[in-house]
């Protein structure tokens, strides 16, 4: 015997599973199908015979359409089944089954992971989650009830549990990616640009805790983050500082040229500093200064 002979015989031989036969009397049966489906489902919801399937020696599925409203490639099922030598079939059971392309309903998901932030109002209680890993314990008991109540009260704490590294995370990276996170502050604003952000404005309220490196409470009724935590690269129109830099004075700013004191004249033109006022240019009922000795003397006219 060759070893290619031996290798073959050694396989073991496989199997097949026969379909199973249509059986006839079983097939037949669309009637009895229907008229027991129509006692199941409601007036109008059983629609055209649509195949008759083999599902094993003497069963049969008889399939109908659907017709109730929403289940869309659905279908009902009735199993037929004939027992050995007998001349007449009887029904085994009922079903209402998807087709492939079916409308289905999303997976079961339990209402706690259904749940979104969105759903909560602020009257809703949430149920207690024991293992939270957004949560750690704030101090750490001894067992003594007296003496960790004590430990509490002087540390300050009166919380349970503060908020873990996982925590702190989550919410930085939430509010980072909100409305309010860092933004390129030099490309925004109507008039002009927004040039400063909130780590500079003295409307922010810092953060306590790790957090307040990185966000603060917007206290400025003017901004739209009023109230909101606020990443402190994150700028506005509203900034404590927002337009010192455009701000001019509050006086009026001249170029003027003093002829005396009760006067002012305004020349535009640059005047030389060794450069005399010509003695036209000076009024005719300019006021004399008292003391000067030009002033002192008097004319003929004014002495008569």
Known sequence: MTAATASSTSRPARTRTAKPKLDAIAAA???????????????????????????????????????????????????????????????????????????????WEPWSERLRPSDVGADDLLPYREQDARLEFGYEQTGDEDADRLAQWELGLGRVRVLSPEGRSEAAERWSAGEFGPREISARGRRGTVTASCASCGFVSLLAGSLRGEFGICTNEWSPADGRVVHLRYGCGSHSETGQEEAGSEFPVSDGVVVDELRVEYDTSPIAQDEAVPAAEVPADAAEVPGDGAASEQTPSEEG
């Open 29 to 107: 049966a669309v009637d009895l199908a229907r008229e027991v489906l129509e006692e199941v489902a409601e007036p109008g919801q059983v629609g055209e015979h649509l195949r008759s399937v083999a599902v094993g020696d003497r069963m049969v599925d008889q399939v109908f359409a659907c017709e109730m409203p929403g289940y869309r490639g659905w279908s009902w099922h009735v199993t037929v089944v004939r027992a050995s030598r007998a001349k007449v079939a009887t029904v085994a059971e009922t079903a209402l089954l998807p087709g492939e392309d079916a409308l289905l309903a999303p997976d």
